[in-house]
C-alpha cells in the first residue's frame, strides 16, 4: 500500500497540473512553444530532403560522367583498354573513389574489383562486398557493351549517409533545445502572468468584500497590466464617486424633503387644533395639498432627471427645429417674465436645427429662462440668443443681474445646490441640474460664465442641416 | 346601455381610492382586478369610458387596449401607469389610449380627465364656430367675439381660449392645458399657464366685465356657460 504523505503529495501534484491545464496563461504560453517545436520539425524535414537530394544528384552525376567517359574508352579502343582503364583507376589510391566491375553474359566478373552479383541495367543501389568493412550499400548505374558485357560503376553512398545522421543529428539537438526552452518559457511567462493576473483578481476580491478604498497594483513599466490596471483605478473612482454622490443625494434628499413635510405636518396641526370654523379649516387643508404638490414636484423632477441621466430617451431623438423652438419659448415667455418687471429680449438665427427631444430642450430652455428670471431683482434684463457657430448651434440666456461668482458656478449644476444668495427664492436645487442631464444626453457643452455684469449661461449643441 | 365607468387596477387601495372618488362625482364603476377580466367585461358591456392600468395581473394594460381596439370597440380609455417615461407615454397612445394618466395623481385631475374624455365631441362633427355664453370664436378665420365685440388675442392664448370652450362648463387641469395647448407631456414647473391665462382673462373682460373663465383652486380652470 502507498503511504498516505505519498498520496496527498501524488494529490497535490494532480491539482498543481490541472490547475496549470485549466490556466488560459499556461495554455497560451505552451501552446506557443509547441508552435515553435513544429517549426523547427518542418525547418529540420526541409534542410534534410533538400540536402539529401542535392547530394544524391552530386552522387549520381559523378556516377554517369565516370560511365559515359569509361563507355567512350572502350568505343574508341576496345575491352582490353577498358580492363587497363578500371584496373588503373582502382590501383590510385584516391579519396573517395569509385568501385567498377564488368560482368559478361554468364553474370561472371570480367573486370573491376567489385564484389556484386550482375545488375540489372540503369540505376539501382546495390549491395557489395568490402574485404575491411563488409557487406556495404552503394548508388550504381549498369550500362551494356556492344560485345554484350555490362559496366558497372558504383559509388558508396556512405558519405551521403553520414551527412544523413548528421543533419538529423544536429536537428534533434535543436528540437530538443527549442523543447526545453518552450517548457522553461511557458512555465515562468505563464506564472508571471498568472499571478499579474491573480493580483488584479485579488484586489478585486478584497473589493466586492468591501474595502472600496482598494486599487489595482502598478507597475512602473507601463505595460498592458499597468494600462489595463489603471483603467480599472479609473472604473473604480467614478463608481466611487457615483457613490458619493448617491449618498450625498440621499442625504441632500431627506434634508430636502425634511423642510416641505414639516411645513406640510405644522399646517395640518394647525387646521386640526384651531377653531373649529369649516372655511379656516378647509383653507387650510388647501394650502396643506399645494405643500404636498411641491413635494411631488420635487419627486417628479428627481425621477426625471435619472430618466434623463438613464440615456434612454436618446432612442426617440428626432430632428429639432431649435430656431422655431426658441423663437416659440420666447414668445411664450414674454408675458410671464414682462408681468414679473423685467425685460425680455431674444435674437435668434434661422434654420439651426439639431438632433434631440423636443420637450427635453424645450425643458432645458425653460429652466434657464425660469431660472434668469427668478434670480435677478426687478427690472434686470433677460436675453436669449441662439446662433451658429462653427456648425454648432449656440444657445446662450443671459441676464444683467448679480451673477455667479466664479467659484461657485462649477456647484450650481450639481443637484440640490443652493446659493445662501437664493435661499429665499423660490425653487429646489434641481433646475440647472436637469439642464446639465439634458445637456450631456444630447451631447451637448454646458459652459456657465460671467455676463460682466450678470451671469451668462450657454449651451452648444452638435448642429444638423436644417 | 351605459353602464358607468371600467375600472381595471389590480391595486386595491387605488381602485378603492377612484371608486371613491367617482361615486362622489356621481359616477357608477365596476372594478376589474386582472387583464383578462378587463377585457372580458369591456367586450360584452358598455362603458362611458375605461381606466385602464398600464400593469395588471395577466394580460397587461397595453396589451388589452390592443385587443379591445382590434375589435373596433372605441370606448375612450385612459390609461394609468407608474412610469412616466416619453416611450411609455407614446407606446400606450399608439395602442389607442385617448389620454395617459402617471401616478400618483390627483383625484381632481383624474375626474377632469374622465369628463372630457366622456362628452368628447367626435371628430366627424367638424366643428368651425363655438358659442358659450357671449363668447363665441370662429375656428376657420381664428376670430373671438365677446358681447359681439371683436377681441385679438395671441395665437397660443387662442388655443387656450378654444380648449376652454370646447370643455365649457368643465374643469381642465393645468396639465391638461400643458399638454394640449403648448404640447409639454411634462410639468415645467413655471407659472406660463397661469400668465398667459390672466392675460386671456384680462382681454375677455375689457369687452364684458364679468368673468367667463373660473379659477378651480388647486385643480385648473372652467369656461362659464352663463357669462
Redesign the interface.
Known sequence: MMPLRRCVELATECAVMRSRRDSAAYRIAFTYSAAFALATIALGSFVYFTANAAFMRQLDARIEAESNELVADYRAEGPGELRETIATREGGNVKNRLGYAVFDLHGNRVAGVLVTPRPEVGWQRISFFDAREGVERARALAVDLSDGTRLVVAADSEALEHIDRTILALFAVALFVVIALGVVGALILGGYLRAKIGRIGATAEAIISGDLLQRMPIGTRNDEFDQLSRTLNRMLDQIAALLDNLRQVSSDLAHDLRTPLARLRNQLDRALSGPEDARAQRAAL?SA??RS?EV??LF??I??IS?IEGG??R??FARVDLTALVTELC???V??ID?NGRQFSWTVQPNIAIEG?R?LV??AI??LV?NAQVHTPRHSAVHVQLTEEDRNARLAVSDNGPGVPAKDRERIVKRFTRLESSRSTPGHGLGLNMVAAIASVHRARLLIGDNAPGLIVTLIFPRVDA | MLTGILVAEDDAETAEFISVGLDALGQRSVRAATGEDALCLAMTEQFNVIVLDRMLPGLDGVSVLRRLRAAKIQTPVLLLTALGRIEDRVEGLEAGADDYLVKPFALSELAARLNALMRRVPEAHAVTRIEVGTTSIDLLKRQVYRCSRPITLQPREFRLLEELMRNAGRVITRTMLLERVWDFHFDPQTNIVETHMSRLRAKLNEVCANDAIETVRGVGYRMRRDA
Request: aromatic content about 4%; overall charge negative.
Open positions: 388647501q395639498i399645494e404638490d411631488l414636484a417628479a423632477a425621477l426625471r430618466e434612454g430617451v432612442r426617440s414668445e411664450m415667455y408675458p410671464a408681468d427631444d420637450e424645450a425643458q425653460i429652466n425660469n
